[in-house]
């Protein structure tokens, strides 16, 4: 019997290949509750770990999860140090712990704006991550869809420029190779507990043929069930169109 199988979830071979996930909802969490934000912002990561994990386990392949985005530095100071602290120890963890896990973390976004110490560790990260073979882990940080289509478009207009490729060369296939996610599959399936219907400036270019599903939990209440739940409604999906084809 698969893992998958024992766990709930659909067959491998039935998952989608790259799943996203936006990770809302610690604030409400935490305010329900009387709790500062920060601790709604480590029940999260909590959850992050675990969930991460579960993925790798089921067997989905590329798995990318917005951490802090681009608008988050609008947040109140002490927030946004609250959650460079959880990157922080997260990665540690990461170094110190996950050193026999087969997950290769990477990281999305302009990380040049954290503090040097979370860079290097992010860096050091990387390094460990670069040659297993299990599933990729993007973890979106400082990152934001416009920018990102912003920075490709700037790449290939810096190439054009140099003569490397004419403008009658630039194509989508193009493009994406000058995105963060460039040589990934783009997300069949994008998850937002929380309950909001919207991707707030999360993966716009290559959410285009995505399935989005808002989730009626908050992130920190976000459990093993209710993502085998969304993946089998995933499946759902998948075969009524199927059928409707037929």
């Known amino acids: 019997m698969s893992k998958a199988a024992q766990s709930g979830a659909p067959a491998p071979e039935y998952l989608p290949r790259?799943?996203?996930?936006?990770?809302?909802?610690?604030?409400?969490?935490?305010?329900?509750?009387?709790l500062p934000r920060s601790a709604g912002h480590a029940a999260g990561a909590a959850v992050f770990k675990k969930?991460?994990?579960?993925?790798?386990?089921?067997?989905?392949?590329?798995?990318?999860?917005?951490?802090f985005s681009t608008e988050n530095w609008t947040r109140p100071p002490e927030e946004v140090g609250a959650l460079i602290t959880l990157f922080k120890?997260?990665?540690?963890?990461?170094?110190?712990?996950?050193?026999?896990?087969?997950?290769?973390?990477?990281?999305?976004?302009?990380?040049?704006?954290?503090?040097?110490?979370?860079?290097?560790?992010?860096?050091e990260t990387w390094e460990l991550c670069e040659n297993r073979t299990g599933m990729v882990l993007n973890i979106a940080m400082n990152y934001g869809g416009r920018a990102e289509i912003v920075r490709a478009a700037r790449a290939l207009a810096e190439k054009a420029k140099a003569g490397l490729l004419s403008p009658g060369e630039i194509d989508e296939a193009a493009f994406a190779g000058e995105l963060y996610t460039a040589g990934q599959p783009d997300p069949d399936l994008i998850l937002r507990p929380s309950g909001e219907e919207r991707l707030s400036n999360f993966l716009l270019w290559q959410s285009a043929y995505a399935e989005f599903m808002p989730l009626d939990v908050l992130w920190p209440d976000f459990t093993e069930k209710d993502l085998d739940e969304a993946l089998a409604a995933f499946l759902d999906t998948l075969l009524a169109a199927v059928m409707e084809d037929l």
């Open 51 to 67: 969930i991460a994990r579960y993925c790798s386990r089921i067997g989905i392949r590329y798995l990318t999860v917005y951490a």
């Open 89 to 123: 120890e997260y990665l540690e963890e990461s170094l110190r712990d996950f050193r026999d896990d087969d997950i290769k973390v990477r990281f999305i976004g302009d990380t040049t704006r954290f503090p040097k110490s979370l860079q290097e560790l992010i860096a």
């Open 18 to 34: 790259h799943l996203a996930i936006i990770m809302d909802g610690n604030g409400r969490w935490a305010q329900q509750r009387g």
